[in-house]
């Protein structure tokens, strides 16, 4: 399995809902990541875990909540978004980081209203 | 801090032709590696190839292949024998060494047409 898996494809939720995605790789790496891309943009790091552990949170609102239950499972809990929350977000993984790149998963499209 | 410049927003290249994508970078790192991954529209980010800075020889995957210039901070992509599969959102990114974060560029919109 080469593969990252993200579920939900597509979101859409409103202001005071609470919801998850959640991010599945069985590749034996011990990174993973989330990144939120807004349109005609490059991805925007949120979160890094390393071996589990939170390891690079980019100053991103308390509203986002990411977990990591497992090494190979990797949630980002959803709560009281903001319609320009809008964007496209990323799980990756790695095995060492910038030797090899990372795998990306395709993405869930959120939308808030 | 490092940047990423993409100079091209978009390009446009016939099926079966050869186009050349740029990249430029500013760092003061003298270990790292630098990336070019494409999104097409099915969203999922696909690492085309990599290349490490301390190696001289440019790295090449199939149809793919860099002009990988240190010293003038360039890292251009080469697609030679298009594909209407290439059309995609191009982005360069660089990582420094121990790093966990890519740069990105703004990207460079391909669309290879038939």
């Known amino acids: 399995d080469t593969e990252v898996t993200q579920t939900p494809k597509h979101l859409v939720m409103g202001m005071t809902n609470k919801k998850s995605l959640k991010c599945e790789q069985h590749?034996?790496?011990?990174?993973m990541y989330w990144y939120k891309q807004k349109a005609k943009k490059p991805p925007e790091l949120m979160f890094v875990?390393?071996?589990?552990?939170?390891?690079i949170n980019e100053s991103v609102p308390s509203r986002f909540s990411p977990e990591c239950p497992n090494s190979s499972l990797l949630n980002l809990h959803l709560h009281a978004l903001q319609p320009e929350d809008s964007a496209l977000y990323l799980c990756?993984?790695?095995?060492?980081?910038?030797?090899?790149?990372?795998?990306f998963g395709s993405g869930t499209r959120l939308t808030v209203v | 801090a490092q940047t990423v410049t993409q100079s091209q927003p978009e390009m446009s290249v016939q099926e079966a032709e050869t186009v050349t994508l740029s990249c430029t970078y500013d760092?003061?790192?003298?270990?790292?590696?630098l990336f070019w991954y494409k999104q097409p529209p099915s969203r999922q980010m696909i690492l085309v190839i990599r290349?490490?800075?301390?190696?001289?020889q440019n790295a090449t995957e199939n149809r793919f292949s860099v002009n990988f210039q240190k010293a003038a901070k360039s890292f251009s992509l080469k697609i030679s024998d298009s594909q209407l599969g290439d059309t995609a959102m191009y982005f360069c990114?660089?990582?420094?060494?121990?790093?966990?974060?890519?740069?990105f560029g703004p990207g460079t919109r391909l669309s290879v047409l038939p």
């Open positions: 990756a993984s790695s095995q060492g980081g910038e030797r090899y790149g990372y795998t």
């Open positions: 590749m034996g790496h011990r990174a």
């Open positions: 875990y390393s071996y589990e552990k939170l390891s």
């Open positions: 760092t003061s790192e003298n270990n790292y590696y």
């Open positions: 290349q490490e800075a301390y190696k001289q």
């Open positions: 990114a660089f990582m420094k060494n121990y790093g966990q974060n890519f740069v």
